[in-house]
């Protein structure tokens, strides 16, 4: 729930952020890392062998890696050790303990951490290059990747591809090298802002370990290549940055983060007065900055300046500013996926870091280095409204440090200070200051330290006057708020409900944002499994969370997952499990977790845990013992071989059988259909089950699927007529849980059918199945008897309802005239989680039937199609100003049995943007067709061999204009589109128009197909 990642925070009177200085070269080691390094070789003496000389293999997880602090003096001084190391790669592997060495240094307050690894390289060709990858991450790190994979995800970061055969990174900048290649990614991007692999530049480790990991990526490919050296270099630093060092801190005018996850197109502005400076900077910047993010800024006197295409990682100012007037920033991504944060702001002053919190943030951190000749660091402390401070200052070294508070950068106007001699000091600053920023300074005092440098931890503790969401908990009775993490984080371990019993029940609580997971730990005995059921109350019917179940392999294998949005109450089970399963004969741990999927914001919810262990070498007594559809044994146990498949009758019938996830997965029954019949199968279970339900026929190479269903309670599946004549096999499968099911079979006749006797919007029949194949056209709504469709002037609409299914009636396809003078306002309405599809269309030619040589265009098309409710909205815009018919189209690929309802209104024009028209002088609209097109000659004269006219037309109600005009004989003709917007690709644009041109016969400049001229004026 709590974060130690440093972070800006917005007041209403003042909001700052941190930028890095120097910034002209930001990927440029520190004159303190250029200091001439002493390599050591790594303790112990002698030398054991590989790994790390420790003489055993460096392992693949934190749990097994080879912890290196103890090899290191921690002086105050820039320290390198040397380690060889090599791996037993025989191929490529992202897991494997063969290509994996991990490393750990637990670093003390005010140290970052550089690595850099090393082959001999065999010169024979591009492999040599791809040898290894260097990753860094925290100790929750499975791997090299910085993604959230299980197996080998979680990094900060990762290099690879070197020609010079060496790979560098460090904690302050990330990549050490500015060149491409070596190619360096970190997990930058907003999308893992609240995950322990976020990486900001520089990366304050504030005391926490961080792990090196070797991994060989083509290392295998050569021989020669197995082989590696490791140089890990510690250096003191001063929030993150090496040395003494300081960061600029911001008045903040504007800031635009890289939010959400995914964007193209991002634009805000801010107004200076003529008095202030400011900078713009890039806050973050993504894997694919350099090739797809750019800015333009235009100033106040219409100019732009455009910027971008900046490295991975890259923070620092692009422009500064002080003229008067407003200035407008546009973001632009051209994959779409975002990749760069902005911020805008004057500088306030320099200091070694800044420390703040929010609501969902109540701790921060940071960490510096002092002494006899840094003798002391100022940081910034933004205290929010409503929230008191208290701070701590630790160190481990034999020194003095004392804690002063000022209220200004200069440090005058002391607010209180602490200087006991421990090494400890503590400020608690009350609830009077609050809504402010003050100043914090670290201060070394010479007289009463032995040592001549300190590294120091400050931490920050807010406090609201009024308390969040969530920050008063008692998960499970203890409390307490479950941990937020699993075992890989020491300080953050699973809650351990073992001592509660084999089974039992315990409640919890989660709030959005401010507590988004919960994780609690079972320690099963050798033979045992676990089941667990999570429950939860839906008071807005929006309210939904995710169950997860892993296994402690040295990270959180996954076991058994249940995320599906259908489900309440989510259950998991170890049975599902290959690796539990493997590993039964062995004791084990086991870590539930609950996920806010989504929640209201700002609510408590509450939510209970059941859970049951169990022997899994025992099958139950109810497994052993079956009845299944009153056979008097175990239905047969296939999925896929109809050989011994149950047999049961040919007629309506209830039945009920066993399923079991491990012992009893698969029922399978035989059924015979007659010829002229179809089948319904409905499958109900306890709902903390999740069964699924297949029927299926015999082909010819084994049974095939007609129907299946899996996320329902109950499910339901059907065959049609077709497959009359034959058996078809119903196959029942327990993929989690076990108990009773019940069967419910209806053998189908047109009589009983779905639908039968059908009255779709009135018409009396099932409306047309195809938009081109229905003889004499699609189903006319001038004969509805619910709603008033004639083409009358005076004609109304009304609401009419309609039935699909998507096994026995997938589409519906309506007819209707819409009067001259009026525009049709039609809204479909239906409640369903599956996908429903909506359109209209116009069939150019209206004399006719829609068909290939009549086809129809898309006239409204949603942007939406499922909802519980749901409602799709259409206009036809200006498609038929002069009256017509329009087709209109309703189907699903995914509703068993929707009925849906239609609202028909025909309003006037005049109520519509544009409704009312003189295209060409025409006095109406051009319409989309050659049948309804405006003839130019008719409404203008030609002068000087030019025809000049005017029209309007609009992105929604009015997309095309069509227009014809004479050419006379032997001449030629060029036409010239002008228009009064900003083009496409223009900066600013707000509009694309594109211009068609055809032909009439075989001497113009086209025949039957389009010319596609440019979109500028």
């Known amino acids: 729930m709590q974060s130690n990642t440093l972070r800006s925070v917005t007041l209403a009177l003042l909001m700052i952020a941190s930028v890095l200085v120097p910034l002209a070269d930001i990927h440029s080691e520190p004159p303190e890392m250029m ?238 007065d003529g008095t202030t400076t400011v900078n713009v900077d890039i806050t973050s910047c993504d894997s694919w900055c350099s090739s797809e993010s750019t800015m333009d800024i235009t100033k106040p006197d219409g100019t732009v300046d455009s910027t971008g295409y900046w490295a991975t990682g890259y923070t620092g100012t692009v422009a500064t500013y002080s003229a008067a007037g407003t200035y407008t920033i546009e973001k632009m991504d051209s994959w779409g996926d975002g990749g760069f944060g902005v911020q805008v702001g004057s500088v306030l002053g320099s200091f070694t870091g800044i420390l703040t919190g929010d609501a969902f943030n109540l701790v921060d951190k940071g960490s510096g280095n002092v002494g006899t000749t840094d003798s002391s660091d100022l940081w910034a402390l933004v205290i929010p409204e409503g929230y008191q401070a208290n701070v701590t200052l630790e160190w481990e070294q034999s020194a003095d440090l004392d804690l002063y508070i000022f209220s200004n950068p200069d440090e005058t106007g002391m607010i209180a200070y602490s200087w006991s001699s421990t090494p400890g000091e503590f400020i608690d600053l009350g609830g009077a200051i609050t ?208 050989t011994g498949a149950s047999v049961i009758p040919s007629m309506n019938n209830t039945l009920t059988g066993y399923g079991h996830d491990s012992w009893d997965m698969y029922d399978m029954y035989e059924i015979y259909i007659p010829q002229n019949y179809a089948l319904m199968v409905e499958l109900a279970f306890p709902v903390q089950n999740d069964l699924e339900l297949f029927v299926r026929y015999q082909g010819t190479w084994g049974l095939s699927t007609v129907s299946s269903s899996y996320n329902d309670n109950p499910e339901t599946g059907a065959a049609d007529y077709s497959y009359g004549g034959q058996s078809l096999y119903i196959i029942v499968q327990t993929d989690r849980g076990s108990g009773e099911y019940t069967l419910s079979i209806t053998m189908i006749t047109p009589a009983n059918e779905p639908g039968a006797n059908p009255d779709d919007c009135g018409t009396g029949v099932d409306a047309s199945d195809n938009i081109y194949t229905n003889p004499g056209g699609n189903t006319w709504l001038n004969a509805s008897t619910q709603i008033d469709a004639n083409g009358d002037a005076d004609d109304v609409g009304g609401t009419c309802t309609g039935w699909i299914s998507d096994m026995w009636d997938e589409r519906d396809y309506y007819n209707v005239l819409v009067p001259p003078g009026k525009y049709l306002e039609w809204n479909v309405s239906f409640t369903s989680s599956d996908y429903v599809y909506t359109y209209v269309y116009k069939c150019q030619v209206q004399t006719q039937p829609c068909s290939g040589a009549n086809p129809a265009y898309y006239v409204s098309q949603p942007n939406t199609y499922t909802g519980s409710p749901a409602t799709m909205s259409h206009t036809s815009g200006l498609w038929v100003t002069n009256g017509g018919w329009l087709t209109l189209g309703v189907y699903t690929y995914g509703a068993e049995d929707l009925t849906y309802t239609m609202d028909f209104n025909f309003l006037d024009l005049s109520n519509l943007v544009g409704g009312v028209q003189d295209d060409a002088g025409s006095g109406s609209d051009a319409g989309t067709s050659l049948s309804d097109a405006v003839h130019v000659n008719d409404y203008n004269n030609m002068t000087n061999d030019t025809l000049y006219f005017e029209a309007w037309n609009h992105g929604d109600v009015d997309t095309t204009d069509r227009f014809t005009f004479d050419v006379p004989a032997n001449y030629g003709y060029e036409v010239q589109l002008q228009h009064d917007g900003v083009s496409y690709y223009a900066s600013g644009y707000n509009t694309w128009l594109i211009l068609d041109i055809f032909g009439t016969g075989p001497s113009s400049l086209a025949y039957r197909q389009p010319v596609y001229s440019s979109s500028s004026p």
């Open 435 to 642: 809504n402010t920023t003050v100043y914090l300074k670290a201060d070394y005092y010479s007289w009463g330290s032995s040592s001549s440098w300190a590294g120091y931890l400050l931490t920050v503790q807010l406090t609201p006057s009024v308390a969040p969401p969530c920050f008063e908990q008692d998960d499970a009775g203890s409390g307490n708020d479950a941990a937020d993490d699993d075992t890989s984080d020491p300080d953050a371990s699973p809650m351990d409900l073992t001592s509660m019993g084999l089974a039992g029940n315990i409640q919890g609580m989660l709030c959005d944002g401010y507590d988004d997971e919960d994780w609690y730990e079972f320690t099963l005995p050798a033979y045992h499994g676990l089941w667990a059921r999570l429950d939860w109350s839906e008071d807005e019917g929006t309210e939904h969370l995710w169950f997860y179940q892993y296994m402690d392999l040295g990270y959180a294998s996954t076991l058994s997952s249940s995320t599906n949005s259908y489900f309440n109450p989510q259950a998991v089970s170890s049975n599902e499990s290959y690796t539990f399963n493997a590993n039964l004969a062995s004791e084990s741990t086991v870590w539930l977790r609950v996920v806010v999927s989504s929640l209201p914001e700002d609510v408590e919810h509450n939510y209970t845990i059941e859970w049951s262990i169990y022997n899994a070498s025992i099958e139950p007594m109810e497994s052993v013992y079956q009845d299944d559809a009153g056979l008097g044994v175990d239905a047969h146990d296939s999925s896929y071989s109809a």
């Open 35 to 272: 200091e001439e390094r002493v390599a050591l070789e790594a303790p112990p003496v002698p030398c054991l062998g590989n790994d790390a000389c420790r003489g055993t293999d460096a392992g693949n997880t934190f749990a097994t890696a080879i912890n290196v602090t103890t090899d290191f003096d921690w002086n105050g001084a820039n320290e390198t050790n040397t380690y060889w190391g090599s791996m037993a790669a025989t191929g490529y592997s992202s897991t494997s303990d063969n290509n994996n060495d991990f490393f750990i240094v637990d670093v003390p307050a005010g140290y970052g951490v550089e690595a850099s690894i090393s082959w001999n390289g065999t010169g024979a060709g591009t492999y040599d290059n791809y040898a290894y990858r260097l990753a860094m991450g925290p100790t929750s790190a499975a791997g090299w990747s910085y993604g959230t994979s299980a197996s080998y995800g979680g990094s900060y970061g990762y290099c690879y591809y070197s020609s010079s055969y060496e790979l560098s990174m460090n904690t302050e900048v990330g990549e050490v090298t500015t060149s491409n290649p070596p190619y360096c990614y970190f997990a930058s991007s907003s999308y893992y802002e609240n995950l322990p692999q976020y990486w900001s530049a520089p990366m304050d480790l504030a005391g926490d370990p961080i792990m090196v990991m070797a991994s060989c990526y083509y290392c295998y490919y050569y021989a020669n290549n197995l082989e590696y050296q490791l140089d890990i270099t510690v250096f003191p630093a001063d929030g993150g940055q090496a040395g003494d060092a300081t960061q600029d801190v911001l008045d903040v005018v504007l800031d635009m983060p890289d939010s959400p996850s995914s964007w193209s197109y991002q634009t805000d502005t801010f107004t200076l």
